[in-house]
């Protein structure tokens, strides 16, 4: 391995982690009780050292909620690719949500926190050098690496010197928001896909709206989770344990949207 190879590992290791302590401190104490100075003596990295890889806190933040919706979207799209039907891919996708947040519920609770209204998501401006791949809905790791192979091949032919030309491998608070934006998107259009899909193989009934399903759909699954507690109560005495609750949710929204067959 060269030393400009080497040197490219132990940045990337650096800014995992500077990313693993925040995601700690985050998870344990909240965003709002956790500042720039605690991820420093968390990392034992001087606040300097976070500043090259992040401008600030809330970068961090942004950088550990892409981290839960990258896993949420695999899982997803892992559990559709399964089944057939379009309406066995809706179930999977819901089961699938389900199950991350089950399984990641700290990571969930920072995508809520995320939408909560906390951050001026709307007004985040975008980034200088913004992209064509964004724009394309081509993600991160795709321009990261043609990046990384475009920058460390001028760093081989420059003695360690890079031109002004070459862009500064650093994401940016808009650019992780674009990331989660097209993330999101791509859950609704996994949704949406699966509904047409559903009136094309019968499973879905033909006169169903699929914009309006895809918004309903979206809102049960995304809020199913945060039920408050009064509301968990009244299915507990009912003998209504969560696993039961959605299975019972299914058969009503097949009843509503399917067919005869599913």
């Known amino acids: 391995m060269s030393l400009v190879a080497r040197s490219e590992l132990e940045k990337e290791k650096r800014r995992r982690d500077i990313l693993n302590a925040a995601e700690k401190l985050f998870f344990s104490k909240g965003y709002e009780n956790v500042s720039l100075k605690d991820i420093s003596k968390e990392v034992k990295f001087s606040r300097s050292t976070i500043y090259l890889y992040f401008e600030n806190k809330e970068e961090l933040f942004f950088a550990i909620v892409l981290r839960g919706i990258r896993i949420r979207n695999k899982m997803i799209k892992e559990e559709v690719k399964k089944v057939k039907t379009g309406f066995k891919k809706l179930?999977?996708?819901?089961?699938?949500?389900y199950e991350?947040?089950?399984?990641?519920?700290?990571?969930?609770?920072?995508?809520?926190?995320?939408l909560s209204g906390r951050f001026d998501l709307a007004n985040i401006e975008p980034a200088e050098y913004k992209i064509e791949a964004f724009a394309n809905s081509k993600l991160y790791d795709e321009y990261k690496k043609r990046f990384e192979e475009l920058y460390?091949?001028?760093?081989?032919?420059s003695n360690g010197n890079v031109t002004p030309g070459i862009l500064t491998p650093k994401f940016t608070v808009s650019e992780y928001l674009n990331e989660i934006t097209l993330l999101r998107h791509e859950m609704l259009y996994?949704?949406?896909?699966s509904i047409?899909?559903?009136?094309?193989?019968?499973t879905i009934k033909p006169d169903v709206n699929s914009v309006e399903i895809t918004v309903l759909l979206t809102l049960i699954t995304t809020n199913i989770d945060n039920m408050?507690?009064?509301?968990?109560?009244?299915?507990?005495?009912?003998g209504i344990n969560h696993n039961k609750f959605l299975v019972d949710l299914n058969d009503f929204i097949y009843s509503i949207i399917g067919t005869k067959q599913k």
């Open 91 to 97: 179930a999977a996708l819901r089961n699938a949500y």
């Open 100 to 114: 991350f947040a089950k399984e990641y519920s700290d990571y969930l609770q920072a995508y809520n926190y995320l």
């Open 152 to 157: 460390i091949k001028k760093l081989e032919h």
């Open 190 to 193: 996994i949704f949406c896909s």
């Open 196 to 202: 047409k899909q559903g009136k094309k193989d019968g």
């Open 228 to 238: 408050p507690n009064d509301l968990k109560d009244l299915l507990i005495i009912q």
